[in-house]
């Protein structure tokens, strides 16, 4: 198979890696940017300049979202088939050993792509959406980005055995679905297919063999990230070695990082152009092979437009390849800044990031408790962030939940009950005896600790809506013991931080968020913003700290996580595992070339 697969690639590989780089860099700095701006003219058209996790669901309903955000997808759709469409055009030119003419090649791929543009091929849109990720993991480039389950719903389902049952039977139900449809592109341009009767096609031509053609589609992806690992590993080497050999390495250090962090893009781009032809070689190579074997008679596109005019042979188009010198050095030039903030000099300096204790130390003790808080500090937290709730007679006590069931074991509403009702309640519930005794603590207790112990507050305000006025409660606590300096007040209710404002407009106000899209940093009475980590990025980070404001990460607890919210700089890591961030952040205070070197290669590879 590989031999068949080598074949279709390189006997027009020229003409593949041509179309590969240009598709690819157009896609980087012309497509994914429009996609983008043309995602924020609907949300313009409909009147909204951000997305949060409290208008989201009132923008998706909106029928003119609906019908726009259709469209997008066709686009996106047609955009993404118009590069496999190119690739299996080329291999079956090589498939022909017929030399082809590039540009008269991209018209006929443009006019068969136009074809899936028909309302009985409104699947396809799902389809790509899956060929996408599964056709690009690793190295591969392309606009479209996987979305990123947010850590906080993947923690939650992999703690919850039912949960976790039913994403895992998902997942492979929407898998072994798709992927059984793999070859229906193929059927659609070879046989000239709806997209209805190629699926059913894939799936009897595939018949006791998806499991296999997977692994060997997976094989031919693998060789490729094997040879960029190789590539990669050998091309750092040798410049290390010429450094420390050759060079002053005192003198010019940063001058090979940049050469180094050069490489790297580079090499990116290269092998990135692989990628998906490498994938479609190898399933095209299965279909016809497959057809074959079931004696289907297999068609031959015609290419007789593509041939290669004999005597335009040796013309060299200089436009085209002064294009191509362009998008190359801009790649490069991209792909070197945005990396260049992972490869930083060999020295010491300061990142001021704070770390937030999530509910205390809530993973050894019992949530928003005294002694939780008391261990976040022993285990360096400089902040802890906890939930407040109002009780029938007005009292402003420490619970994340409004009912007291998850943590306590009993049914009880916070609002329905007075405070004397509460204080009392055991909260070693799930704990067992070594914390007994344990109680729910009211916001002044907290408050008068965290000012004998130094402590600064993230108090998050929970409004169910049958409160008298929670927040105006808080803000009095707060100034009855002059703690205004030393605490933030948070709410993923924007309503409830501009009451804060109202009641003084000293005290710092941070909006919680799950999701943050379009431009959140004009909210004016939001001082900084709480995101969950998989929203963060350098964009949306520079943007909030242009406008004075901070960005805090929630909740963030495994390694690679930290390390990349304290690569973005934001200003507060909220997190479970406390000492872990506390120490990773102090680490991050010396950078070493090496270790970030080998923390980028396997970034690229996970």
């Known amino acids: 198979m590989f031999k068949n697969v080598k074949n279709y690639l390189t006997y027009n590989f020229k003409q593949l890696i041509e179309f590969e780089l240009i598709y690819k860099l157009l896609t980087i700095f012309i497509f994914s940017p429009l996609f983008t701006l043309l995602f924020k003219l609907i949300m313009k058209v409909n009147g909204y300049k951000f997305l949060t996790i409290e208008n989201i669901l009132e923008?998706?309903?909106?029928?003119?979202?609906?019908?726009?955000?259709?469209?997008?997808?066709?686009?996106?759709?047609?955009?993404?088939?118009?590069?496999?469409?190119?690739?299996?055009?080329?291999?079956?030119?090589?498939?022909?050993?017929?030399?082809?003419d590039l540009k008269d090649t991209l018209k006929l791929s443009l006019k068969k792509s136009l074809r899936f543009l028909k309302l009985s091929n409104i699947g396809l849109i799902f389809f790509v959406l899956f060929l996408i990720p599964f056709l690009n993991i690793g190295i591969g480039v392309s606009f479209i980005s996987v979305i990123k389950v947010p850590e906080y719903i993947k923690e939650y389902i992999m703690s919850n055995y039912l949960y976790l049952s039913l994403y895992v039977l998902l997942m492979i139900i929407l898998f072994v679905t798709f992927f059984r449809w793999i070859y229906s592109i193929n059927y659609i341009l070879?046989?000239?297919?709806?997209?209805?009767?190629?699926?059913?096609?894939?799936?009897?031509?595939?018949?006791?063999?998806?499991?296999?053609?997977?692994?060997?589609?997976?094989?031919?992806?693998?060789?490729?990230?094997?040879f960029y690992i190789i590539f990669v590993l050998i091309g750092v080497g040798l410049i290390l070695l010429i450094h420390h050999y050759i060079i002053n390495k005192v003198i010019l250090s940063s001058l090979m990082i940049s050469i180094i962090a050069i490489f790297l893009g580079i090499s990116l781009i290269l092998f990135s152009?692989?990628?998906?032809?490498?994938?479609?070689?190898?399933?095209?190579y299965l279909f016809l092979k497959h057809k074959e074997i079931k004696d289907e008679e297999v068609n031959v596109i015609d290419l007789s437009s593509c041939l290669r005019k004999e005597e335009n042979k040796h013309k060299i188009n200089v436009f085209k390849y002064i294009v191509i010198v362009i998008l190359i050095i801009s790649g490069t030039i991209f792909t070197y800044n945005y990396f260049k903030g992972n490869l930083s000099l060999n020295i010491e300096y300061v990142k001021n990031i704070e770390v937030t204790a999530h509910r205390g130390a809530s993973v050894d003790y019992p949530e928003n408790t005294m002694i939780a808080f008391k261990k976040a500090r022993e285990y360096g937290a400089n902040w802890v962030e906890l939930d407040v709730q109002e009780t029938k007679d007005g009292v402003i006590i420490v619970s994340h939940d409004s009912n007291l069931k998850r943590v306590t074991g009993k049914d009880i509403n916070i609002n329905d009950v007075n405070y004397e009702e509460i204080e009392t309640i055991d909260v070693?519930?799930?704990?067992?005896?070594?914390?007994?005794?344990?109680?729910?603590?009211?916001?002044?207790?907290?408050i008068i600790w965290a000012k004998d112990n130094n402590m600064k507050l993230n108090i998050e305000l929970k409004p169910t809506g049958k409160e008298i006025d929670l927040e105006k409660t808080v803000v009095d606590i707060i100034e009855n013991h002059e703690f205004a300096n030393n605490v933030v007040v948070t709410s993923s209710k924007y309503d409830s931080l501009k009451k804060v404002k109202?009641?003084?407009?000293?005290?710092?106000?941070?909006y919680v968020l799950s999701i943050a899209f379009g431009d959140v940093s004009d909210l004016k009475y939001a001082d900084g913003f709480s995101i969950e980590a998989s929203n963060i990025n350098k964009s949306f980070i520079k943007r909030i700290h242009k406008e004075g404001k901070e960005i805090y990460a929630w909740t963030v607890n495994k390694e690679d996580s930290i390390n990349?919210?304290?690569?973005?700089?934001?200003?507060?890591?909220?997190?479970?595992?406390?000492?872990?961030?506390?120490?990773?952040?102090?680490?991050?205070?010396?950078?070493?070339?090496?270790?970030?070197?080998?923390?980028?290669i396997i970034h690229n590879l996970s």
């Not at 469209?71 to 291999?91: D, G, K, N, S």
């Not at 799936?203 to 031919?220: A, E, P, Q, R, S």
């Not at 919210?565 to 997190?575: A, F, G, H, P, S």
């Open 190 to 226: 070879y046989d000239n297919l709806s997209f209805r009767k190629a699926r059913k096609k894939s799936i009897n031509l595939g018949k006791k063999h998806h499991l296999k053609d997977f692994f060997k589609i997976m094989f031919t992806e693998s060789l490729i990230y094997l």
């Open 59 to 100: 923008f998706i309903k909106k029928p003119l979202t609906i019908s726009l955000i259709i469209i997008l997808l066709i686009i996106m759709m047609l955009y993404t088939m118009y590069e496999i469409v190119t690739i299996i055009l080329i291999c079956e030119a090589s498939r022909q050993k017929i030399k082809i």
């Open 502 to 510: 109202k009641y003084n407009k000293n005290i710092k106000t941070i």
């Open 564 to 600: 990349k919210m304290i690569k973005l700089n934001v200003d507060n890591i909220i997190t479970d595992d406390i000492k872990e961030a506390r120490t990773l952040i102090d680490e991050s205070k010396k950078s070493n070339i090496i270790v970030e070197y080998y923390e980028f």
């Open 273 to 284: 152009l692989l990628s998906v032809p490498m994938s479609y070689a190898s399933i095209t």
């Open 428 to 446: 070693s519930y799930k704990f067992g005896e070594k914390y007994k005794n344990e109680y729910i603590p009211n916001l002044d207790h907290v």
